[in-house]
Nanobody, 126 residues
Framework: QVQLVESGGGLVQAGGSLRLSCAAS????????MGWFRQVPGKEREFVAA????????GYADSVKGRFTISRDDAKNTMYLQMNSLKPEDTAVYYC???????????????????WGQGTQVTVSS
């Protein structure tokens, strides 16, 4: 069973950048497909980005495509989300998630994931 801990959130001005990290422990990180989701109060958790267990496939929500980049470093048991050109509407709690590999693809649905971190707050001021 894998445990996930996010870090790197904070307050940034619009147009700025942040890099989120998701550190995994308790499992063989390279065997998990990973994803980033975000949630604001009163709304459902939404997909942001995902990466396959091999790292060869990635996917992004349309709202972040071209601004965010997902990556993973299996040697460090860590996944990253580089967020550039941040907008106030990116403000949310960001969660990382893991799913034991079942294919070579990535996954975009909340229900696809078995393990979740506690979340890290990202606030973008205008």
């Amino acid at each position: 069973q894998v445990q996930l801990v996010e870090s790197g959130g904070g307050l940034v001005q619009a147009g700025g950048s942040l890099r989120l990290s998701c550190a995994a422990s308790g499992g063989t990180f390279s065997m998990y497909a990973m994803g980033w989701f975000r949630q604001v109060p009163g709304k459902e958790r939404e997909f942001v980005a995902a990466i396959s267990w091999s790292g060869s496939s990635t996917g992004y929500a349309d709202s972040v495509k071209g601004r965010f980049t997902i990556s993973r470093d299996d040697a460090k048991n860590t996944m990253y989300l580089q967020m550039n050109s941040l907008k106030p509407e990116d403000t949310a709690v960001y969660y990382c998630a893991a799913r034991f590999r079942s294919s070579g693809s990535y996954f975009t649905n909340v229900l696809d994931y078995n393990y979740w971190g506690q979340g890290t707050q990202v606030t973008v001021s205008s």
